[in-house]
């Protein structure tokens, strides 16, 4: 019997046989799927008829097994307005990330997730978890403070990214002004000197020409990626003020959590955006040139004056800690016909194992001698190691895409099995018994169990570029872009949850035992950089380094080891040591 002032649509699941009175009631969910079948029951708190099988499945599945269900004999023989939601089966249309097939119709309050119903089923238990049904949640963010605040906080991002655009266009032309100033004081300082200053004019042009074009890239840099995020952020609010309405509730409520996660990613993009530390410039002079010019090799000095605003304070401080230099370490033996490239360090207590890469060697250091104790030669040039238990190390071989394993025993080392990879692997941590390996062609990060099958990969791209180093812990993995400048951190199924810039040269990185992190910052004045685990700020803890590169932490005897990368011998042979308390 049709419902007055009801018109009927065609998914419907009742059909009108003769007169009115002949109805055959259908099952709903068969409806949107599958062939038509009679209705066997009905669900209450569904309000949906249901045939034979969804009717048993319905006592089984997760979500529904308390709902109360009406047998044949006592299910509703019309079709009520209650039960059908004409509005909300169209509006459920956005596929889940993780599984294109499903729709989203779910949300998990516990991790504030949108799910499809092989999420729920897989990941989000109700043992686990509080999943609700998104219409029957959806219409309480209609004009509510939720859907204010994230289009306040979109209207905040926006205004934002305006500013900083703005601020970047006058600090760049500020720069680029003195820049030409500074050219202009060059060409009167050249008149002065005669023809044998010709090379050293150019070279200083070309010097402010190429910082000016870094400016100019850094502003357009700055202006597409504010671009970019204007650009989205309006699209969506735009959208979420076109669905505040109830008959849009489902598309909103998506929307706004889809937003949410916009929001945080933006902000981040924004604040990286203006990381830049652009200078002014003015010109000084060589006084001396003129009449020591056969011995000076520079037509003046840039003197840089930053204009850059000074950062607001980080919410979260790394602790102060007390330096004691405890001297160094010859790693040169006699086996070596170079200087030493210490490229990677693991601490095997009381051992110290290093890669050389030069010498193609794998070290033993003994810490309480202070002497190299074995010595394993390779065949191709090792790049970084890592413990995998007590007795077994493993070491990356670029140039032939494998991973070797090393045993120790009775303080010697010994060659084990090669496990190959597909593609040039630099960076290696070892965890729980996963090994965490960072490849530079292809660039890419992937998490592999010990006989070498790939759990996850991790592509490069906008995540990391030139990742050669890694470390982990139980909770978190933690990379280093040497060409994006960053440390990203990853959760262990390959998920980007923060990430630190403001570095200029980031090589090895090393966790303390209290998570925080060391990484030698290679081309920032050879400058150690120590960063809350979390990623979140950061400190100089030792500077004149002379270009550290690989470092270890022994947290026994709360002692930091590191090499140096200089090309010198009386730097590259020996392993600083210092105290950290």
């Known amino acids: 019997m049709a419902v007055p002032g009801k018109k009927m649509e065609k998914h419907f699941s009742l059909l009108t046989i003769g007169s009115e009175e002949d109805i055959v009631l259908y099952c709903q969910p068969c409806d949107h799927d599958g062939p038509r079948l009679p209705a066997h029951g009905y669900c209450v708190e569904c309000k949906e008829h249901l045939c034979e099988t969804c009717f048993t499945l319905h006592k ?20 009520s307005s209650a039960s059908v939601h004409p509005s909300q089966p169209d509006s459920l249309t956005k596929p889940c990330p993780k599984h294109m097939k499903e729709m989203i119709k779910f949300y998990c309050q516990n991790h504030e997730a949108l799910l499809c119903s092989v999420c729920v089923t897989l990941e989000h238990t109700s043992t686990s978890c509080k999943v609700n049904y998104i219409p029957d949640i959806s219409g309480q963010v209609i004009n509510s403070k939720e859907h204010r605040d994230i289009l306040k906080a979109m209207d905040t991002i926006i205004e934002q990214c305006c500013n900083k655009s703005k601020d970047m266009k006058k600090i760049i032309a500020k720069s680029n002004s003195s820049l030409t100033n500074v050219l202009a004081d060059i060409k009167k300082f050249r008149k002065e000197l005669n023809q044998r200053l010709d090379e050293l004019e150019r070279q200083a042009e070309d010097a402010a020409k190429a910082i000016q074009q870094e400016n100019n890239e850094n502003l357009k840099t700055v202006e597409t990626t504010c671009n970019d995020v204007t650009k989205s952020l309006k699209t969506s609010s735009d959208t979420i003020k076109h669905l505040n309405t109830p008959k849009h509730a489902d598309k909103l409520f998506m929307e706004l959590k889809f937003a949410e996660q916009m929001i945080k990613d933006y902000e981040k993009r924004v604040h990286q955006s203006a990381a830049y530390d652009v200078k002014e410039y003015n010109f000084m002079p060589n006084k001396s040139i003129s009449t020591l010019l056969d011995k000076e090799r520079s037509l003046g000095t840039f003197i840089e004056k930053s204009l850059k605003q000074p950062s607001p304070p980080p919410a979260v401080e790394v602790k102060s800690r007390q330096i004691s230099h405890q001297g160094k370490i010859c790693v040169k033996t006699s086996k070596d016909k ?45 790049s970084k190691v890592t413990s995998v238990t007590s007795t077994e190390l493993a070491v990356t071989l670029p140039e032939k895409q494998n991973i070797q394993f090393i045993s120790v025993s009775s303080n010697k080392l010994k060659k084990k099995q090669t496990l190959k990879v597909d593609g040039q692997c630099y960076g290696i941590s070892c965890c729980n018994g996963k090994l965490v390996v960072s490849f530079k062609m292809p660039e890419k990060l992937q998490i592999l169990d010990i006989n070498g099958t790939i759990l996850t990969t991790v592509t490069g791209g906008d995540i990391f570029s030139s990742p050669l180093y890694v470390t982990t812990n139980t909770n978190f993995v933690y990379v280093s872009g040497w060409n994006m400048k960053t440390i990203t951190r990853l959760n262990w199924q390959g998920e980007v949850i923060s990430s630190y810039g403001g570095l200029t040269g980031p090589v090895y990185i090393t966790l303390s035992d209290d998570g925080t992190i060391f990484v030698c910052d290679k081309k920032r004045n050879a400058i150690i950089e120590e960063m809350a685990g979390d990623c979140s700020t950061g400190k100089v803890v030792l500077m004149n380094l002379n270009a550290p590169y690989a470092v270890c932490w022994c947290a026994e005897t709360s002692k930091l080891y590191f090499s140096c990368n200089t090309w010198e011998d009386k730097h590259d042979n020996f392993l600083q040591v210092v105290k950290l308390s």
């Not at 207590?349 to 050389?356: A, M, S």
């Not at 104790?373 to 065949?379: F, G, P, S, V, W």
């Open 60 to 79: 089984r599945h997760t979500l529904s097994r308390h709902h109360t269900l009406l047998d044949k004999s006592r299910m509703p023989q019309t079709m």
């Open 338 to 382: 170079h200087t030493c490239f210490i490229t990677g360090m693991t601490l095997l207590t009381p051992y110290l194992i290093i890669t050389d890469q030069i010498n193609n060697a794998v070290k033993m250091v003994d810490t309480l001698s202070q002497s190299v104790t074995d010595q394993l030669q390779l065949d191709t040039q090792p």
